[in-house]
């Protein structure tokens, strides 16, 4: 006689019936979908300029012939970086992109990753600096982004696709989502990291708050501010991919037909281009971060 | 000479509750069941301290006796539980927040023992910090800064950052820093504890010289009796949150004040501290033309006999004869 006969539930784990739960589901499905609708027009209007710049960002991008984008970015990164190497290496990376006939797709993922970070910068920096000045805002943001942070990426798309619907700007708000929650701890890490005593001199001349903030606090954390930069543009490049399948043009898209068609080759010539994009803004980046950093060094 | 600044009974206790406790502890509760039954710290008992304008009061105190905790209170880093704190009259514990920024920007300068200088800015723009504060003009700013960091010796380090200086600089930056904010009040935390023994007597010297001419008061906070000897017009002595003996350095070796306060006198080097004033007399009358001033230290007054050749001296203060010292009192003081 074995233990499933003793008891039935001892292996079979006990569960609502299957009509109880399809009844649940639907009245809160159906309370949700009539929920958006009705707020569909606030979304619309909420959403339309998130969209101009967007498009207006892309149109830049793609429209603007490839031989000034390209002059462009290098300068950009020789004057962050201030390094040869990383410059020429960029150089030979979007080429070696364009070449490959990839450089229209190239641009649209430009510019979202361009927009999703600056506006992840915008809305985590104000976050970070009240966690950081307030111990209340702390104890309530550091569960939300912890949450955030484990959350799967694809789990993400489940409400905005609801709320949002299916498109550019929908994918836009996921990627921000994801990638803001670096942006806030480093802000909030650089800003608690600056030393009591400096504060304390600051405080001792006096400083108001508002001259501690911007005078002291912030400068001292700007290179943790920038490693928390460095990372949001990581991980709006991972999730640009993603969020292809919420109708995301450019590389991430390309990606996910060949998957869908097995695609080797165009699979993989996507794969290493927004991995070649990934590279130069991290060690463009990474190299900023590390000239911010350098005055405080002691004797270099 | 007046009192700037008058500390009256003065009381921190730390703790969430701490107001609801200064009663009991103005009424006996002892520190030790202040800390075990209800948990908090008393860190400040019944201060009373006055500076006098113009001169070098020095804190005395090891660590945890609440020095920094004390200094801390007159520019108000910390808030007071009970007491106050008077400057110039104005009870600075009433203060709102604009009018104690504007107070510690027109009144208050303070060097840090570990300097607390800013990192990302160059030894001239940290020298001149405290002149932004106050809404100074960049031009103006670095010409007031250029001139203290030459006068603290720093000539040619203005655009260096404050890392690339050694700890002895850096206080200079720090020193230069407080002198440019023409503050009359400064406030001096351990500042030379963490240089190197002829480093912090350089400085010494140089905080000497300066206050010759600056007049400045100054609070000094040190752990070490013969730095506060050194600088101290007065000395005041903080043990455990509580002033065990305050007066000249001189009233403090010769008449310790209990048993603590004996056990650093007697370390202390009595032929630098101690002057001749006290021992006018001791030689009885004699006659000799050879004079010392009152201020004589022990130690000078020997050595000046020594190589004048003579076995006693008049003390004089002025033109008026103290009275007369002979070669073996002064000795005798100096073994004691």
């Known amino acids: ?300 | 000479m007046s009192d700037i600044i008058r500390v009256r009974n003065l009381i921190k206790i730390f703790g969430p509750r701490a107001g609801d406790y200064v009663d009991k502890v103005r009424n006996g509760m002892s520190k030790r069941e202040l800390n075990e039954e209800h948990g908090h710290v008393l860190g400040l008992y019944d201060i009373n301290m006055s500076v006098p304008a113009g001169e070098i009061l020095v804190v005395m105190g090891l660590s945890g006796s609440g020095k920094s905790t004390l200094i801390r209170h007159i520019n108000r880093l910390i808030d007071p539980t009970d007491g106050e704190i008077l400057c110039d009259g104005t009870d600075i514990t009433r203060l709102n927040d604009r009018e104690l920024r504007d107070f510690r920007q027109r009144r208050m300068a303070m060097v840090f023992q570990k300097f607390a200088l800013l990192p990302h800015r160059t030894v001239n723009e940290n020298v001149g910090y405290g002149l932004e504060l106050q809404g100074i003009s960049p031009e103006e700013r670095r010409r007031r800064a250029g001139e203290w960091i030459e006068r603290v010796g720093l000539h040619g380090y203005g655009d260096l950052f404050p890392n690339q200086l050694s700890g002895g600089m850096q206080q200079r930056v720090g020193l230069a820093r407080a002198l440019t904010s023409n503050a009359d009040i400064l406030l001096m935390d351990e500042a030379y504890s963490a240089l190197d023994p002829l480093i912090r007597v350089d400085m010494q010297n140089m905080l000497l010289d300066l206050q010759k001419e600056l007049k400045k008061t100054v609070v000094f906070i040190t752990h070490d009796l013969d730095e506060a000897l050194k600088l101290g017009n007065r000395i005041v002595i903080l043990r455990e949150g509580v002033i065990n003996q305050q007066g000249t350095g001189e009233e403090i070796v010769l008449n310790p004040a209990n048993d603590y306060v004996a056990s650093f006198v007697k370390e202390v080097n009595r032929g630098r501290v101690l002057t001749i004033e006290h021992l006018a007399g001791r030689a009885g009358p004699a006659s000799t033309s050879f004079r010392l001033d009152r201020a004589t230290s022990l130690q000078q007054a020997l050595r000046a006999m020594g190589a004048a050749g003579t076995e006693i001296a008049e003390v004089v203060d002025g033109s008026r004869v103290l009275g007369t010292v002979g070669y073996r009192n002064i000795v005798d003081v100096m073994v004691q």
């Not at chain 1, 993400?156 to 990638?179: E, R, T």
């Not at chain 1, 009591?196 to 954390?221: D, F, I, N, R």
């Not at chain 1, 991430?252 to 068609?261: E, F, H, P, R, T």
């Open chain 1, 1 to 300: 006689m074995s233990l499933c006969d003793f008891a039935d539930f001892v292996c079979r784990f006990p569960a609502f019936n299957d009509a109880d739960i399809r009844m649940v589901r639907k009245s809160i499905d159906d309370g949700f979908r009539s929920f958006v609708r009705e707020i569909a027009p606030a979304i619309d209007t909420l959403v339309a300029p998130i969209q101009k710049f967007l498009n207006g960002a892309e149109a830049l991008f793609v429209s603007t012939p490839w031989i000034i984008i390209l002059a462009a970015i290098l300068l950009v990164v020789y004057f962050a970086s201030r390094s040869w190497a990383i410059t020429f290496g960029s150089a030979v990376a979007f080429c070696a992109i364009g070449v490959t006939g990839l450089w229209n797709d190239m641009m649209i993922t430009f510019s979202m990753v361009t927009v999703s970070t600056l506006l992840a910068v915008l809305i985590g920096m104000p976050i970070g600096i009240c966690m950081a000045l307030f111990n209340g805002v702390q104890r309530v943001m550091n569960p939300i982004l912890d949450v955030m942070q484990t959350l799967p990426s694809f789990v993400y798309l489940i409400p905005v696709v609801m709320v949002f619907g299916i498109g550019k700007v929908p994918g836009l708000i996921a990627v921000v989502i994801y990638a803001v929650p670096p942006m806030i701890r480093l802000t909030n890490l650089g800003i608690r990291l600056v030393s009591e005593e400096t504060l304390e001199a600051a405080e001792a001349y006096g400083a108001s708050a508002w001259q501690k903030l911007c005078g002291v606090q912030l400068p001292l954390a700007l290179p943790t501010i920038m490693a928390g930069v460095n990372q949001t543009i990581m991980m709006s490049l991972a999730m640009v991919v993603v969020a292809s399948m919420v109708g995301v043009g450019g590389l991430g898209k390309n990606v996910l037909q060949s998957i869908n068609n097995q695609f080797f080759t165009v699979g993989i010539l996507n794969g290493f281009a927004v991995v070649a994009i990934a590279i130069v803004f991290d060690r463009a980046s990474q190299a900023y971060g590390r000239r911010l950093q350098k005055h405080w060094e002691a004797g270099k």
